[in-house]
């Protein structure tokens, strides 16, 4: 269908659908208060943290960070895209979908319509041409030596495309038209060469179309729709290259897509790891034994488009590689991409098979629940991470450990700022024997110095680097009992450790869980004469809590937005998160901190006012300098 879905159908739908409906056929969830709750399904956890709010349409989870309206949720859970999504909720909701047409978009979606077509088209002729080719003998022999099965064969859709330079090019295009959509589709390949004619024709080009695939094992490759967008082809004669796979077209981009990543989505609707693996041959066999859920890339390195996608579907990715240094070489490039995408929830594994062994090989050696086994036990990414740092270093010595720091900081820099990126941090301080807080100022020292007699740079709030509203670092800036202040850092070095001030680190704990507040017993009067907002923030949602024991994460989430916070409260609940069987005393002991040194304040303020009165003196700060006097 042509055309851009109107901004007015998507306000009217989201108007009309209720999101409680729209999850709660995904996910189970259970009444809590105003709101509902379960287990978040885009993370791993045991402790509920995902919250759907009727009143306001949304969803939120405060493990991962997860949040959007209906659509996005259907999105991220269906694992389709914008369109897809509004289409499933139209239908849902008993509305069709207008379209706004375009001329240009209505005929790039004609032209893309045709290439489906024509793919869809060239999978069956290959597809046939396994079954009923006079050659067929040659693909099918090699098929059952690699000990593919027929229902295999069909879950795949696996072909032949036999010898000959024009099979595919007679069987399907009919005209000059035909033609082209079959160039552009990538399944024909254009060979010019000069006319043998005499007269004005003497000097003519003719245009020649030969079968991209030829004498080949046929593999389509399909999106996440099951449309059919490319092939690969792998030779079964002694012509180059071994695989080849379609060039990029309008429909496909090889550096997108993954070979087995509809066909594993298909095999289960809860998959909870995906394998990649490095060929189209290896995911066919590891399908054979059982093991449904691999995919491989496309002649090109995993990119973050790739794990981006992967992370939607599955909380787990495993990459499979060769144990020898090439193996090892390309795990490390796989690692480095890695990095920006591991928040909290996900995990990244490398297994590393023996010399001289592929995933082909291995599984019908040792069996589905051997290989099972392996994959299980595959290195966790951290402990590669600082495995392969430490290769040719003596970590020992001195020496080793300041060059493990230095290579290994700037890549702990790229995790996102959560959990993962702190305990990758803590592991390298624990490796060094340095402490966290430490390793930050070695940091810190390491940085370019500016010249002594220059002053040094005013002390940065401890959210400096979150962007949003310039108003946030002067709201949350803290009083000297609360947080010490240091240097800021540059961007490019910054470890994400952080010094809060005490009301910030008590919000998030109540945040994440509300309930603590109804264990708080002290009189908080005291706090009204806090000066920060935090604190004032802080004992404003105390007493939301206290008026109404039911109020949820959610409700407290949309009061900090009206603050001058703003939106940036919403992202502490990524940062340190509290197991919760100690949540509750730690929160108190905060709330007691903060009183203490209010109250400490408010009687050292009294004893200064007591002796200027005594004394006479006019006012004057804690150092006793004199006040200028007043103006005539």
Known sequence: ??????????????????????????????????????????????????????????YYCFGCGAGGN???????????????????????????????????????????????????????????????????????????????????????????????????????????????????????????SRG?????????????????????????????????????????????PKYLNSPETPVFHKGAELYGLFEAKKSSNKLKRILI???????IALAQMGIRYSVATLGTATSDRHLTRLFRLVPEVVFCFDGDNAGRTAAWRA?????????????????????????????RKIGEEEFNKLIEQATPLEQFFFDKLSEGLDIKTIEGRARLSNIAKPLIAKFPKGIYGQLMLDKLSETLGVASESLDKLQQAQAPRKESNTAPPPPSPPFANVPGSPDFDTAMAPSSESWTPRPKQAASSTLNVYRKPAAVKAIELLLQNPEVAMAITQDLSPLHSAGDEGRQLLLSLIGMIKRDPETDTPTLLGYCSGSPFGNQITRLKSENITPVEGLEQE?????????????????????????NSKFGAGPSGPTGEESPPAAS
């Open 196 to 240: 043998s004619g005499s007269g004005d024709n003497a000097n003519a080009e003719e245009t020649r179309y030969y079968d991209r695939f030829r004498h080949r094992i046929i593999f389509p490759i399909r999106d996440s729709r099951g449309r059919t967008i490319a092939f690969g082809g792998r030779v079964l004669g002694d012509d180059k």
């Open 70 to 192: 209906a659509i996005g949720f259907i999105m991220n859970f269906d694992q389709v895209d914008f369109p897809q999504a509004v289409e499933s909720l139209a239908r849902d909701n008993g509305m069709e979908v207008p379209r706004e047409e375009s001329a240009a978009a209505t005929r790039r979606q004609s032209e893309n319509s045709k290439l489906f077509e024509v793919l869809e088209e060239a999978s069956k002729f290959y597809c046939n041409q396994l079954r009923h080719h006079e050659q067929r003998k040659s693909a099918v022999d090699y098929l059952k030596s690699r000990g593919v099965s027929g229902e295999v064969a069909r879950d795949f859709s696996i072909g032949y495309a036999p010898p000959g330079w024009d099979n595919l090019l007679k069987a399907t295009a009919d005209g000059a038209s035909a033609q082209q959509t079959l160039l552009k589709a990538g399944l024909v390949v254009e060979k010019e």
């Open 277 to 283: 693996v490095e060929g189209y041959m290896d995911v």
């Open 335 to 363: 690692l480095e991409a890695s990095l920006p995408e591991m928040q909290d929830g996900r995990q990244v594994k490398f297994l590393f098979l023996p010399e001289g062994e592929d995933p082909d090989t291995l599984v």
């Open 1 to 58: 269908m042509a055309g851009l879905i109107p901004q007015t159908f998507i306000d009217d739908l989201l108007s009309r659908a209720d999101i409680v409906d729209v999850v709660d056929k995904r996910v189970t969830l259970k009444k809590s208060g105003k709101n509902y709750s379960a287990c978040c399904p885009f993370h791993k956890e045991k402790t509920p943290s995902f919250s759907v709010q009727p009143e306001r349409q949304f």
């Open 587 to 611: 929160f108190l002991q905060i709330v007691d901190k903060i009183l203490s040194d209010v109250i400490k304040k408010l009687e050292s303020q009294k004893r200064r006012e007591a002796l």
